[in-house]
C-alpha cells in the first residue's frame, strides 16, 4: 500500500489488464455473439413468415395466381438438395480443419460456393420463369409475401457466398489464426442456419403453398 | 475451461466438427424432405393429414440440423447456445402464430366474398 503512494502512477503508461489474458476465450466469445446474431436473424424470418402467413389466404391472391398454380415441387427439392449438399460440403471443410489441412478447407469451401451458386442459378431461373408467367410481386399481396420471404432467403445465400470468397483469400493470405479460425466458425454457423429456415421455407410456402 | 490458447486449431469450436454427426444431418433432413416432396406431388393423403405430416418432416429435419450440424446439445461448451436457442423457440412460434391468429380472426369478421375469387379454404 505504502508503495503505491512513493511511486505516482502514470494514467498514460499505466498497464490495468494484460491483453493476453489466459481465462480470454477469443473464438469461444466470438461464436457465441455471433450465435446470437443468429438467432436475431431468425426473427428476421419469424416477421417474414408471419407475413407470408397472414398473406396466404385465399383472398391475399385476389383473382390472380396462387403458389398451387406455379409451385413445382420437384424444381425446388433440387433446389433444397444443392443447398443440403453446400452445407454438407462445409461440414466437410471443417472436420478438415481440424487436422489443419488448408487443402481440405479450401477444397470444401469451393465446392460448398460451387453448390451455394447452384442454389442461387435455380432460384433466378425460377423467379424469371415466374415473371414471364405474370408471377410477379405487384400482382396481389399473397405474391409480395412469397417473394419477400423466399428472396430474402436467396439474399441470405449470395451474402454466404461473398462471404467464402472473402475466408477463402483470408486462408490463403493469413493461414489460420485466430481470427480466420472464428470466422469460419461463424461462418458455419451461418450457412448450416440458412439450410434450417430453407427446410420451413421449402415445407410451409412452397409444399404447403402448392397443396392448398 | 483450459482451451489452447497458443493453436487455435485445438479450440473446442474446431475439433467438435465430425463428419459423420454433418452426415448424418444432411442425411436424415434430405430423407425427410424427400418424403414430404412424394406426398405432396402424389397427393395421396386427404389435406389435412397431408399436412400434418409435412409438418412433422419439417419439425424432425429442423431438429436433426439443429442437433447434427449446429451442436446444440448440452455438453459444457455448448450449453449456452442451446440455452440461448430454448429461449429464442417461443419468441419465433409466438412472432408467427399469434399474427396468424389475429388475422385469422379478423378476416373472419371482416373478409367479404369477392365474385371471382377462389373460395376461402
Partial sequence: MSSAHEKPVDPDQVVLWS???EGHDVISTRTFGFWMYILSDGMLFAT?????????YSHSYYTGPTPAQFVAPWY????????????LAYGFSMAAMKTGSKAGVINGIVASMVLG???????????????SM???PEVSGGLSAFYALTQVHAAHIFVGLIWMLVMLYQILKKGFTEDVVGRLISL????QFQAVMWVFIYVFVYLWGYMS | MSHGHSNPLQHPEVQMASRSSYLAGFVIASLLMLAATILVSGQVLPPFALLLTIMGCAGLAAIAQIYFLLHIDISEHNIWNTVALVMFIPLFVITIGLTW???SQLYLRTMPMIPGMPGMH
Avoid at chain 1, 425446388?76 to 452445407?87: E, G, K, P, R
Avoid at chain 1, 458455419?188 to 450457412?191: C, Q
Fill in chain 1, 19 to 21: 491483453d493476453d489474458y
Fill in chain 1, 134 to 136: 405474370g408471377v410477379t
Fill in chain 1, 188 to 191: 458455419r454457423m451461418f450457412w
Fill in chain 1, 48 to 56: 417474414l413468415f408471419a407475413a407470408y402467413g397472414v398473406l396466404s
Fill in chain 1, 117 to 131: 451458386a447452384v442454389f442461387i442459378g435455380l432460384d433466378i431461373h425460377d423467379v424469371l420463369r415466374m415473371i
Fill in chain 1, 76 to 87: 425446388t427439392f433440387i433446389q433444397t438438395m444443392a443447398l443440403f449438399l453446400s452445407v
Fill in chain 2, 101 to 103: 391468429w389475429m388475422f
